[in-house]
Nanobody, 116 residues
Framework: QVHLVESGGGLVQAGGSLRLSCAAS????????MAWYRQAPGKQRELVAI???????RYADSVKGRFSISRDNAENTLYLDMNNLKPEDTGVYYC??????????WGLGTQVTVSS
């Protein structure tokens, strides 16, 4: 069982920046892929960015060029650096990980609010 705890969310003005963190822990786990999802008010949860064990990344078109996903494998921590934030980036951001056996775990989320 992998336990995920997100942090770093908050209120920021449009054009500002935030860094989200996700700390992974558990008695026995080996993490493969890590990802950030978000759910905006009135919208479905969507994939924001994903990163492989070796650092290959992919981004949603809506955040490409503004967000950067990274990971510290030694500390089992995932990051999302968000720049030039827009009001439409507002939502709850969730950490998601895939273990080597194909299992998936979710964090409880951290709120990001971007004001105009």
């Amino acid at each position: 069982q992998v336990h995920l705890v997100e942090s770093g969310g908050g209120l920021v003005q449009a054009g500002g920046s935030l860094r989200l963190s996700c700390a992974a822990s558990g008695s026995h786990f080996s993490i493969n892929v890590m990802a950030w999802y978000r759910q905006a008010p009135g919208k479905q949860r969507e994939l924001v960015a994903i990163i492989s064990k070796r650092g290959s990344t992919r981004y949603a078109d809506s955040v490409k060029g503004r967000f950067s996903i990274s990971r510290d494998n030694a500390e089992n921590t995932l990051y999302l650096d968000m720049n030039n934030l827009k009001p439409e980036d507002t939502g709850v951001y969730y950490c998601n990980v895939e273990t080597t056996d194909g299992g998936r775990s979710w964090g409880l989320g951290t709120q990001v609010t971007v004001s105009s």
